[in-house]
């Protein structure tokens, strides 16, 4: 791979740096993987070829199990199932780790054989059994045995060390795979190639799932799942490449409690010595040059995640209206007191920006979308997908309300993230830049005449009744369903 050198790095293992200068927007290597699977819960409504949301699938008519869009996908999947169709039914019904065990089954696939773009192999990569706590390892040890009582005797056998260090590989450097839009994990895969590159709170690349051609209506046009590496800024001819393995958004001693369980080091970025912008996330607001009491802040924050607790288990009841009840009456009372950029504020106000807009009280879910994205701004890198994706929900949300010069003015920059992000080709991107065009055309109106242009869109949505939105947190179809009312 010519954009890449592997190198040791002192602390980390081993690592990537770049052979050549990059600039934001461009994509570092790109990785097939080896293996990947669709998530147990999901298996009726993805496609296990190509990863395709869609509402009726053809299953597969031995083990029941495999979910395809047509004979075209169960063809192009039939070598990565073949193995595990004869064992899934009896495994899947019984118990053990089925994601884990399905991605086994098609690492053995056949005519499976190492590129020459692969760095590294499975046998390389770290398994990091050792570093496991003891009630973890008894659960592993579990799965092997389980998964060993239904792999096909007459397929290449393995030892159980073998098959230790690939359940440890999966579980320490499985990826999230998305759907087609990207708006939504349903499974996980092997790329060994991602795996070399480090972490870092603040990194110079994010990766992505691109699929490709997507929109095709036939699957024989659909190209390879791939991730891509991309840069975020410019990246200097020896410089390590860096991606961030938790959110940014998570305080300091909490990325590093969830990289210490999941991934099994400490991390000495620079961001987590010096704790930057904890203060921000968890700090009070200034008003005038006067801050609240540490002891008014602390009450606030308290009383914050008491409340996001009582909001979690109304949303997941379905009760909405007394999600808002929760929602409004915390952020009434801890808005005055905590900082524009507090953690637990921003995610009430994601929170009742996403409920406001599906109980279509869009003037509302507007303003709380605002303030999540100015909340963002001043918190994540520039170029962060979370950012992008937010100031597109924003947008939406706002020209859902008829505020169309923020509307436009949100997915422009939504669409300027996503195209370093994501790239042109990538789905997303392509709706937002529908968007763009379109929002650009009515702010035109707009600023011509100000009555004709309300007058007309009130006119169009007589003739397009608003229905419902989906319920939040569940992505059954692609954003343009949100930006576009249905009939």
Not at 64 to 89: M, N, P, V
Not at 358 to 374: G, I, N, P, S
Not at 471 to 485: Q, T
């Amino acid at each position: 791979m010519e954009t890449v050198a592997i190198f040791d790095s002192p602390g980390k293992g081993r690592g990537l740096k770049a052979t050549k200068e990059f600039w934001a927007g461009d994509v570092i290597f790109s990785e097939a993987s080896i293996a990947a699977v669709v998530f147990d819960s999901l298996a009726e409504r993805i496609c296990h070829s190509c990863f395709r949301r869609q509402e009726k699938l053809q299953r597969c008519g031995q083990c029941k199990f495999a979910h395809y869009c047509d004979r075209t996908c169960q063809r192009a999947g039939w070598a990565e199932h073949k193995l595990e169709c004869s064992a899934i039914k009896a495994y899947v019904d019984g118990k053990g780790n089925n994601v884990v065990a399905r991605i086994m089954w098609r690492l053995d696939k056949e005519g499976s054989t190492v590129s020459d773009m692969q760095l590294t192999t499975l046998d390389e990569l770290e398994d990091h059994i050792a570093d496991m706590p003891e009630d973890d390892l008894k659960e592993l040890k579990v799965d092997i045995h389980n998964f060993l009582d239904y792999w096909p005797h007459n397929s290449k056998q393995h030892t159980i060390d073998d098959i230790s260090h690939i359940f440890g590989v999966i579980n320490c450097n499985g990826f999230s795979v998305s759907d087609q839009r990207g708006l939504q994990a349903v499974g996980v895969g092997l790329f060994p190639n991602l795996c070399l590159v480090n972490h870092d709170c603040w990194p110079n690349c994010t990766v992505i799932l691109n699929h490709g051609n997507q929109s095709a209506v036939n699957t024989m046009f659909h190209s390879q799942r791939r991730i891509e590496l991309r840069a975020l800024g410019k990246i200097a001819e020896g410089e390590e490449l860096t991606v961030a393995y938790v959110d940014f958004l998570n305080l300091s001693e909490e990325r590093q409690r969830l990289l210490k369980t999941q991934y099994f080091f400490d991390c000495t970025c620079e961001d987590c010595k010096n704790r930057i912008k904890d203060d921000m996330k968890i700090g009070g607001r200034e008003e005038d040059g006067v801050k609240p009491s540490e002891e008014q802040v602390k009450e606030a924050t308290d009383y914050c995640f008491q409340m996001l607790e009582k909001m979690e288990k109304a949303r997941l009841n379905g009760d909405y209206h007394e999600v808002v009840k929760i929602c409004r009456e915390c952020i009434e009372k801890t808005e005055p007191v905590l900082a524009d950029t507090h953690i637990y504020l921003l995610r009430m106000w994601s929170t009742m920006s996403e409920v406001q807009a599906y109980l279509q009280y869009f003037d509302d879910a507007a303003d709380y979308a605002r303030k999540m994205v100015e909340g963002y701004m001043k918190l994540y890198h520039p170029n962060n997908a979370a950012l992008g994706m937010a100031a597109m929900r924003a947008g939406v949300t706002h020209w859902q309300a008829g505020q169309i010069e923020v509307a436009h003015g949100m997915i422009c920059k939504a669409y300027a993230i996503l195209m370093v992000t994501h790239g042109p080709t990538h789905p997303i991107t392509k709706d937002l830049d529908a968007m763009r065009i379109q929002t650009e055309m009515e702010l035109r109106m707009f600023k011509q005449n100000e009555y004709v242009y309300h007058s007309m869109r009130e006119a169009a949505l007589k003739n397009k009744p608003m229905t419902m939105m989906h319920e939040p947190k569940s992505v059954e179809e692609g954003i343009k369903n949100l930006f576009h009312r249905r009939k």
